[in-house]
Nanobody, 120 residues
Framework: QVQLVESGGGLVQPGGSLRLSCAAS????????MKWYRQAPGKERELVAA????????NYADSMKGRFTISRDNARNTVYLQMNSLKPEDTAVYYC?????????????WGQGTQVTVSS
């Protein structure tokens, strides 16, 4: 069955770094665009970063530009999110999302999330 399993979250001090990983299985990873979202308590889920199927194009939410880097390894069926210069406002549950659109349907899968807490 389809699985997206995030890992790498945890507690980090302001200014620190974390690298999240999302391991995919049960579908053809290289045919899906991959995204990271996050959801803080009491807030809506927001897009953090996205990467195309080949990794040739990425985009980021404005508040993450220059601090976060999304990458993928299609040989390992894994997408990463390197987070640097973390701030308390980055505290959230981070979710991995796989998306593939056809003319008639959008396939989308979600991971269970990993908690990132930025605090001194």
């Amino acid at each position: 069955q389809v699985q997206l399993v995030e890992s790498g979250g945890g507690l980090v001090q302001p200014g620190g770094s974390l690298r999240l990983s999302c391991a995919a299985s049960g579908f053809t990873f290289s045919t899906y665009d991959m995204k990271w979202y996050r959801q803080a308590p009491g807030k809506e889920r927001e897009l953090v970063a996205a990467i195309t199927r080949t990794g040739g194009s990425t985009n980021y939410a404005d508040s993450m530009k220059g601090r976060f880097t999304i990458s993928r390894d299609n040989a390992r069926n894994t997408v990463y999110l390197q987070m640097n210069s973390l701030k308390p406002e980055d505290t959230a549950v981070y979710y991995c999302n796989a998306v593939r659109s056809t003319r008639t349907y959008e396939y989308a899968y979600w991971g269970q999330g990993t908690q990132v807490t930025v605090s001194s």
